[in-house]
């Protein structure tokens, strides 16, 4: 008989599982290992390991004997253990394992037999008694045997974990005596371990937890294995434990985070690493309006604000990248629309691999919070009674004022303000009246400056206004007339009409200090000068812009009064035809006969007039005086055309074309005897409404013409679009001629363009024949200038007609 064939034949027909490990690596399994853990053929075995066919729990305790054995140490050669099938389900098994010599090689051969059928276990467990004893000493979990419900005997694991001395101490006690008296879920330890016995007898194995007490008292959470055997013919219980307050603590730890998630203040929403979120909390939902379902799936860009730019989040997502975490404010929407500033803290964490797999973001809402601040600033900052800036801010606006002064080589003026005689109400009326007062000065003041303007409150009855933007000291004094005719108009206080006023000091930054405190102290010092001269009036820190100041407003005053008292008057220049000489028009200028002071030349009055706003009255006084002028003509046979001139403040009057009509007809005066000459800035600030107000003009018959041409911004694009009939050549290209190139070159240019427009062009200025010649030459329609004739009064220019041929 071959031995090796009938050792394969009965390895091959065994009913027990076998195999041959080589340090816990299978090097060949039987068919019966196979079928015993669900494998299809004992092939597909070589090369697994063989803790994978034990219980997880199982494979400490195992792979420890496993290594004993291969290194000769002492180890079980009989033990029970739970295996696993490939399904995953579990069995209980006898194992008993020993080594073998083979081709210079040891191995481990084991034999395994299912032992969860309760008959098997118990014909099993009865053969191998003995072997069963040993093994349950030496199991390093803690192992009882109950008999009647008692222990009757355990192991050394067994006592340690109790905490007592010795077995004997353990022995015949109902497991109840060794436990709280109630289970965890409330069932008393005795009726809950005799239903448990009880079942275990039923149904062979049975798992559960218990929690346990140790001799100390402390508490033991266990799972609990009892399984049905018989000892020496007699019903037991082997039963085993395992200390399990490791897994109760994370689950403890887990209960308190989840309650933790669910309760808190603060929103918290979890992302996976794309930044789709994977839930959030309820005080997320209560903070952003939107439910979990509604956001689940999406990304946390549904509640963008778009208060923050791509580069805030590029930096927020760096810095997650870089340190795994970000902190700030944001400012995100809620369902409803509402913007909410959020106070975020956003951290990376890592997944089992050691890589981030979930971002945490924790927030919470401190839109309210900073509301309230921004209410404390805004009383730090701000006069409690008026509402106006403080000192405080006063002082932040004008440190910003002269900043952006300096860079612009631009001035600041600060306004000091003293009201006058406000002690007087104040006393006599009570401080409520006081009050009132003052709260309608701050009214009156913040409506005659512009709203870049700063006022200011500095306590008691002194007021500051600063003023940014502004051409020149006349600018500053006007502001300062103004509000000092506004705080004149009395007020009603207690069904009283009350008279107050102000005076005013003004410091100019630079030429007047360089920094807040100097201007405001020079502005003080003004004031009072102001309130010397007599109340209710404005002094300049600085004398010399007194009396330029005092001046324009001198000249303001009586240019008022110069209309109604007929020092206004308007002479006339002729325009001639270069080729013939005849007569082509008349430029009406205006004359101001001043009383005391002479002639008073128009760029002196007129851009004073402008700033005023007196520039309408005066100019309608104009079109009438040039319409009464021509009629006059008209009758005495003289068919001249007249130009006047409008300027850019009066262009901007809606109803110029239908009070010029109205004045065309009271004068019984055909529009086409009219012309207009505008500047290019009159018609360029707003080319749309210029385009529409100058067609209206053309269609009463009027001719436009577009005076100091050259000096501006001409946009030839616009120029074709705007109906001009005539350009003027600035004087300032007519001067140097014929001598000077670039100006020629310009002049020929302007006239070249003129002829492509088919437009007339008219040279101003022109005071010498060579000056004459070169236009003539240049191909120049007409000419105006002290070479035929300066501007005449109406009277002389009858003369200077009949004169000419
Ligand atoms: P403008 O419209 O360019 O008027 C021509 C100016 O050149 C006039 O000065 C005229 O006296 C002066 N002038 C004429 N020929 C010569 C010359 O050969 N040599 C020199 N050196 N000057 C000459 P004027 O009368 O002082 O007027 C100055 C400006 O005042 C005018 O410039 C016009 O812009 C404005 N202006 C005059 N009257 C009125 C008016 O009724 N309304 C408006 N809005 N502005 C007016
Ligand atoms: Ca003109
Ligand atoms: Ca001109």
Not at 376 to 398: C, E
């Amino acid at each position: 008989m071959d031995v090796s064939q009938t050792i394969k034949g009965l390895f091959h027909s065994a009913v027990d599982a076998i195999c041959a490990h080589r340090d816990g690596t299978i090097v060949v399994a039987n068919p019966a290992f196979a079928r015993l853990f669900g494998y299809a053929s004992a092939d597909d075995m070589a090369g697994k390991r063989v803790l994978d066919t034990l219980a997880p729990e199982e494979r400490e305790r195992i792979g420890e004997f496993i290594r004993r054995r291969a290194t000769g140490i002492d180890a079980p050669s009989f033990y029970a253990a739970t295996g696993l099938r490939r399904d995953g389900s579990r069995f209980e098994m006898e194992v008993g394992a020993s080594m073998f010599q083979g081709d210079g090689e040891s191995f481990c051969v084991a034999v395994l037999r299912d032992i969860s059928d309760a008959a098997a276990a118990k014909r099993h467990l009865v053969e191998s008694e003995e072997r069963f004893r040993n093994l349950f000493k030496l199991s390093p979990d803690p192992t009882w045997i109950i008999q009647d419900n008692r222990f009757v005997e355990c192991n050394r694991a067994a006592v340690a974990i109790l905490g007592y001395p010795d077995e004997d101490s353990l022995k015949n006690v109902h497991p109840s005596e060794l436990s709280p008296e109630f289970q965890p879920d409330g069932e008393a330890s005795f009726t809950k371990a005799e239903r448990m016995m009880g079942l275990t007898m039923a149904n062979g194995l049975h798992r559960f937890e218990w929690t346990h007490k140790r001799r100390d008292g402390s508490l033991l959470p266990a799972e609990v294995t009892l399984s049905a055997t018989l000892l020496q013919g007699k019903p037991s219980i082997y039963c085993s434990w395992r200390d399990i307050s490791e897994r109760h603590q994370a689950e403890a730890q887990m209960r308190l985070a989840a309650g933790v998630f669910d309760s808190t203040q603060e929103g918290i929403v979890v992302t996976d690493i794309d930044g789709t979120i994977v839930s959030v909390n309820p005080a997320f939902t209560r903070i952003t309006g939107y439910a979990g379902c509604e956001v689940i799936g999406k990304t946390p860009a549904i509640l963008k604000s778009h208060h923050q730019d791509q580069n805030f989040y590029r930096a927020m997502w760096a810095d997650l990248r870089a340190r795994g975490e970000w902190r700030g404010e944001l400012w995100n929407r809620r369902k409803d629309g509402e913007a909410y500033l959020e106070w975020l803290t956003i951290s990376a964490v890592n997944g089992p691999d050691g890589k981030p797999a979930r971002f945490v973001a924790v927030f919470s809402d401190v839109t309210e919070l900073r509301r309230k601040d921004d209410q404390i600033r805004h009383q730090a900052y701000h006069d409690a009674l008026t509402g106006l800036p403080n000192r405080f801010l006063l002082g932040d606006r004008l440190d910003h004022a002269m900043e952006m002064a300096r860079r612009t080589q631009a001035q600041v003026a600060v306004l000091f303000l003293d009201l006058d005689r406000f002690k007087i109400v104040n006393d006599s009326l009570g401080h409520h009246e006081g009050d009132k007062l003052l709260v309608e000065v701050a009214r009156r003041i913040g409506q005659t400056v512009r709203k870049s303007d700063t006022v200011s409150r500095l306590g008691g009855d002194e007021f500051v206004v600063v003023l940014g933007t502004f051409s020149d000291s006349t600018e500053v004094a006007l502001v300062a007339e103004k509000i000092i005719a506004s705080l004149s108009k009395p007020l009603r206080l207690s069904g009283k009409a009350v008279h107050t006023g102000t005076s005013i000091g003004i410091a100019v930054f630079p030429q007047d200090g360089e920094d807040a405190a100097t201007l405001l102290k020079n502005a003080d010092t003004a004031m009072y000068q102001a309130k010397a001269a007599g109340r209710s009036c404005f002094r300049f820190f600085d004398r010399s812009m007194n009396a330029l100041a005092v001046r324009r407003l001198e000249l303001e005053a009586q240019l008022r009064q110069a209309m109604e008292a007929g020092q206004l008057e308007l002479h006339y220049q002729p325009k001639v035809v270069v080729e013939t000489g005849a007569l082509a028009g008349l430029e009406a200028l205006l004359r101001w006969n001043h009383p005391e002071q002479g002639w008073i030349p128009p760029m002196e009055f007129i851009p004073l007039a402008e700033e005023s706003g007196l520039i309408i009255p005066l100019s309608y006084w104009v079109v009438e005086e040039a319409c009464r002028h021509l009629a006059q003509w008209r009758k005495a046979g003289i068919q001249a055309k007249v130009a006047i001139n409008l300027s850019a403040r009066q262009f901007h009057d809606d109803k110029l074309p239908q009070r010029i009509e109205a004045i065309l007809q009271r004068c019984k005066v055909p529009g086409s005897a009219l012309e207009i000459e505008l500047t290019e800035g009159s018609v360029m600030d707003e080319p749309r409404r210029a385009i529409v107000i100058l067609q209206r003009l053309r269609a009463l018959g009027l001719r436009i013409s577009l005076d100091d041409f050259g000096t501006g911004y001409s946009s030839l694009a616009y120029l074709k679009r705007f109906p001009i009939s005539t350009v003027k050549i600035d004087r300032s290209f007519v001067m140097d001629l014929p001598d000077d190139p670039e100006d020629a070159a310009i002049v020929r240019a302007i006239l070249d363009l003129a002829r492509g427009l088919n437009l007339d062009v008219v040279a101003e200025g022109v005071e010498t024949a060579e000056q004459m010649e070169f236009l003539r030459a240049a191909g120049c329609g007409q000419i105006q200038g002290y070479y035929f004739s300066p501007p005449l009064p109406a009277a002389e220019l009858g003369e200077w007609l009949r004169k000419k041929p």
